[in-house]
C-alpha cells in the first residue's frame, strides 16, 4: 500500500488555521508523528524506515514540516511517501522560521490526542512509538532515549555532533518526547521567541511542568542520532544558537541548578575568560616600556592559559582526539569555546540574565 502526500503552502504571514486549512482540514488519526525538516534530503530515507518499523506498534500519521528547505527535501519526500506504507501529510512553510513554529504547525495540523516527535537526523527503533504511548497512559509528558547511531561512530571527532541522552536530565529534547495533545492546546505549544534550534524543547516541557504536568522516563524508546561530521567553522557557527540558553533560563531560573554552576554553563567558559585576561596581559606589557613588565606580562599570560589548557588536554578533551592531537588542535578548542561564551554573553545581554 502506498503512502499518501497532503502538501500544504504556509503563508507568508497569517495564521496557523490559515495553513491548516490549505493542508485540507485536520486527520482524524489518534496519533501523530511531528518531524521539522530543513535541507536535509539525504537523512529522510533513513527516518522514514525507521519510522514503518513502527507500524507493528501502532498506527498513526506522519506529519512533516518543511521549513522552506532549498534543497530536494520536497521531491524526496514525495518519492519516499509513494512507495511508504505510511500516511504522509507534508506541509511546507514558505521562509524559515525555525524548529519552533514548524513543530507547531505540524501538530496543530492534526487532531491526534497523542503527538510523538522526533527530527530528522535520527531514526527511532522498532518499539519507539509504542513505548511512548505506553509512557503518555501514566504521564502527560513521555521521553525515551536517545544514543549515537552505532553505524556512524567512526564520525565521532573534535567538532562532530550528535546526542546522548539516557535519562531524564530536565533538558527534553524533543529529538525523542512524546506530549498529551490537551498539554501542547493549553500551553499554545511551542514557544516561537525561540528563534533558534535550542531551549524551545526545554521551555516547553518546563512550563508544562510548571502548570501541574507528570513525565515519565522510557528507556525502550529509543531513537538512534546521526553523528553528523563537522569542521571548526561549521562548530562555529552552530554555536551561536547556544544564546537561546540564557533565554529558557530568564523564563525558568531552576534550569541554573541542571548546569555546571548556577551562572556558569559549561566548566571551559570561565577559563577561557581567565585566559583571555593573560592574552590581554600579554598583549599589553610590552606597552609599559619596560622588559621586567614585558617578563611580568609573559608570566601572567602563561599562568592564566594553563588552567584551560590542562581542562582542554586531560579533563574535557574534544571527542576522538589522542593527546598529540588535542594539543595540535588546542587553539581550535579556545576559539570554539570561546564562541560558545560569546553566544551566551550576547544572550545574556538581550534576555537581562546572567549565564556565561
Not at 11 to 17: C, E, K, L, V
Not at 42 to 51: E, F, H, P, T, Y
Request: hydrophobic share 45%; net charge neutral; proline share 5%.
Amino acid at each position: 500500500m502506498a503512502g499518501r502526500v497532503t502538501r500544504a503552502l504556509r503563508p507568508a504571514a497569517g495564521s496557523y488555521d490559515d495553513a491548516v486549512d490549505q493542508a485540507a482540514g485536520r486527520s482524524a488519526a489518534r496519533v501523530a508523528v511531528v518531524v521539522p525538516t530543513h535541507c536535509r534530503a539525504g537523512l529522510l530515507g533513513r527516518l522514514l524506515a525507521g519510522l514503518e518499523a513502527q507500524l507493528d506498534s501502532a498506527e498513526f500519521e506522519l506529519v512533516v514540516v518543511d521549513d522552506a528547505s532549498t534543497d530536494e527535501t520536497i521531491a524526496v519526500l514525495e518519492a519516499l511517501a509513494a512507495r511508504s506504507p505510511l500516511t504522509v501529510r507534508v506541509l511546507r512553510q514558505q521562509r524559515n522560521r525555525g524548529p519552533a513554529a514548524a513543530r507547531n504547525l505540524g501538530w496543530q495540523a492534526t487532531s491526534a490526542t497523542a503527538i510523538a516527535f522526533t527530527d530528522d537526523d535520527c531514526a527511532p527503533e522498532p518499539g519507539w512509538l509504542r513505548g511512548l504511548l505506553d509512557g503518555l497512559e501514566t504521564a502527560d509528558i513521555a521521553q525515551g532515549r536517545t544514543i549515537p547511531e552505532a553505524e556512524e561512530i567512526d564520525r565521532l571527532g573534535p567538532f562532530s555532533r550528535t546526542l546522548s541522552v539516557g535519562s531524564e536530565d530536565g533538558f527534553y529534547q524533543t529529538c525523542n518526547i512524546a506530549y498529551r495533545r490537551e498539554v501542547l492546546e493549553r500551553l499554545g505549544g511551542f514557544d516561537e521567541a525561540f528563534r533558534f534550534p535550542a531551549g524551545e524543547d526545554t521551555d516547553l516541557a518546563w512550563r508544562a511542568r510548571e502548570s501541574g504536568a507528570t513525565t515519565v522516563f522510557c528507556h525502550d524508546a529509543v531513537v538512534r542520532h546521526t553523528v553528523r561530521r563537522s569542521n571548526l567553522l561549521g562548530a562555529l557557527r552552530d554555536t551561536w544558537r547556544w544564546q537561546s540558553a540564557p533565554q529558557a533560563i530568564s523564563r525558568h531560573p531552576q534550569l541554573r541548578s541542571l548546569i555546571y554552576r548556577p551562572h556558569i554553563w559549561r566548566p571551559a567558559h570561565p577559563l577561557v575568560l581567565l585566559a583571555l585576561v593573560g592574552i590581554a596581559a600579554a598583549v599589553t606589557s610590552p606597552w609599559l616600556g619596560s622588559s621586567a613588565a614585558t617578563a611580568a606580562g609573559c608570566c601572567v599570560a602563561v599562568a592564566a592559559l594553563a588552567p584551560y589548557a590542562v581542562h582542554r588536554l586531560y579533563r574535557r578533551p574534544l571527542p576522538g582526539t589522542r593527546l598529540s592531537k588535542r594539543v595540535v588542535l588546542l587553539p581550535a578548542a579556545f576559539l570554539l569555546d570561546g564562541a560558545e561564551v560569546l553566544a551566551c554573553v550576547v544572550g545574556s545581554i538581550r534576555y537581562r540574565t546572567l549565564l556565561i
